[in-house]
Each structure stands twice: as structure tokens, then as C-alpha cells.
């Protein structure tokens, strides 16, 4: 699921927007969501830290007394450099501004019409949507990790594999030029990950686009990196009945 945020303080605004986007989510039944709103900046970045990317972000451009939307944007794009962004303000000018900034915006939807926004909307997502569909399976998407204080989202297609430690939840993730250690559990990178990632073992989490060969014999599996990986003797049973 790609999450969506929606982030202004004007309260009626945010609400109408929210059904909107909300609507356009399920009339194009596309894997987007949930919808989250946030009346600050502060607030959506901290939620943004937290959770998945990349995700889709439809923000204001004014608020007073805190960072105004560009510069918004600018932090989020320090955590989610893959993110959708789309504007939603009275302003009509800001091409050249986001062009300036980097900020890649999407669009600049213009507020007042509900009818016009929810058809911009609604062509904002349908292009997402596309976008996602036609990258090759795993580009673009990150696994969120929690180390102490700082949130680490690293793409999907630099992990090798996850391996418990077997003490107190601990885990260590094997990347490309990276080792990681960090306390959680196996099951809940599972879960996350989905099928581009197999449990052959209890104890590993194997990452199927970098496995070159799985040696039934051995019960290792090999990875193109000629690391290896144990098979356990329910993994292999899972592996022949698929072959």
C-alpha cells in the first residue's frame, strides 16, 4: 500500500479534500492508503518518519507562523526523494518556484472549485497509479527501519537478506555494501515485504530477486552475491512442491 497524506490548516478544506481523495482511491480501486491528515507541517513529518515510502503528498502552501509548503516539501524530499507531491493552494504561480527548489511537484491544484479538484484529483492518482504499475517489480519501493532515533528507508532492491540473532529480537540486515543490526522481529519483515521476500529458515528472510540457485542436497540457499543462506526442511518441502 502506498500511503497518502494530506496536510492544511484549513479545516474545512482538509475535510473536503479528504472525502475527495478518499472517493478517487476507491473508484480507481488502486493499492493507495490510508488516507492521513495533518493540520501542521510538524505533524505530517512526524507521521511521514514513521511509515512507508514512497507516499503520495497533497499540500497546502501557507502556513502562518510555521515553514511555509516549499520548505515542506524540501524535508520531506530528504525521506522520500521518490515521493508524488501535488500543491493544493490559491497560488497559480509556482512552477518556476518548485522547478528552482527541485521539488518535482506532480501539479498545482487550485483551491475553491471542489468539483475541478476532484477531477485533478482523480487524474493525479490515475498517473501514480500508472507510474507504480509500470516500474519493474521491487524498484522504488523501501523497507522501513527503525534504528534508535533516526528512520532509515532503504530500497528494496539493496537487502540481501534479514537473520535473526537469536537473542532479544535482534536482527541483522544484510545489504549490498551494508550490515545493519537493530531489534525486531522476522515475522513482521514477512509480513511487510510480501512475496518478493522468503522465509527458508526460522531464522532468515531471503530476498528472492538476489537468490541465484537453491541447492536442495545441501539445503543452502545461494545468493548472486555467492553468500548462502540455510534451507530448512519445511522451506524445502514448500520450494519442491513449487517447482
Aim: one cysteine or more; a negative charge; charged letters at 25%.
Amino acid at each position: 500500500m502506498i500511503p497518502v497524506y494530506i496536510c492544511d490548516d484549513e479545516q474545512f478544506v482538509c475535510s473536503r479534500l479528504n472525502k475527495i481523495v478518499s472517493d478517487q482511491i476507491m473508484i480507481l480501486d488502486s493499492d493507495m492508503g490510508p488516507v492521513r491528515v495533518a493540520d501542521t507541517p510538524a505533524e505530517l513529518l512526524e507521521m511521514q518518519r514513521q511509515n512507508a515510502v514512497p507516499a503520495v503528498y497533497f499540500l497546502d502552501i501557507d502556513f502562518p507562523g510555521q515553514i511555509d509548503g516549499l520548505s515542506l516539501a524540501q524535508e520531506l524530499r530528504r525521506y522520500d526523494p521518490r515521493g508524488f507531491i501535488v500543491f493544493i493552494t490559491a497560488h497559480c504561480d509556482l512552477a518556476f518556484e518548485t522547478f528552482r527548489l527541485r521539488l518535482e511537484a506532480m501539479d498545482y491544484i487550485v483551491k475553491g472549485d471542489f468539483d475541478s479538484m476532484a477531477v485533478r484529483v482523480r487524474d493525479c492518482l490515475s498517473s501514480i497509479q500508472d507510474r507504480l504499475r509500470n516500474e519493474p517489480s521491487g524498484q522504488g519501493r523501501y523497507c522501513t527501519l527503525k534504528l534508535f532515533d533516526t528512520v532509515r528507508h532503504i530500497p528494496l532492491e539493496d537487502i540481501l537478506y534479514f537473520e535473526a540473532l537469536g537473542y532479544k529480537h535482534a536482527l541483522r540486515l544484510h545489504l549490498v555494501n551494508e550490515l545493519v543490526e537493530f531489534n525486531n522481529s522476522l515475522d513482521h519483515f514477512a509480513q511487510q515485504l510480501g512475496e518478493g521476500f522468503w522465509r527458508c529458515h526460522r531464522g532468515f528472510l531471503v530476498n528472492r530477486s538476489h537468490i541465484r540457485a537453491v541447492h536442495l542436497k545441501e539445503q543452502i540457499v545461494e545468493l548472486d552475491t555467492k553468500e548462502v543462506c540455510p534451507l530448512s526442511r519445511k522451506a524445502k518441502a514448500e520450494y519442491k512442491a513449487q517447482i
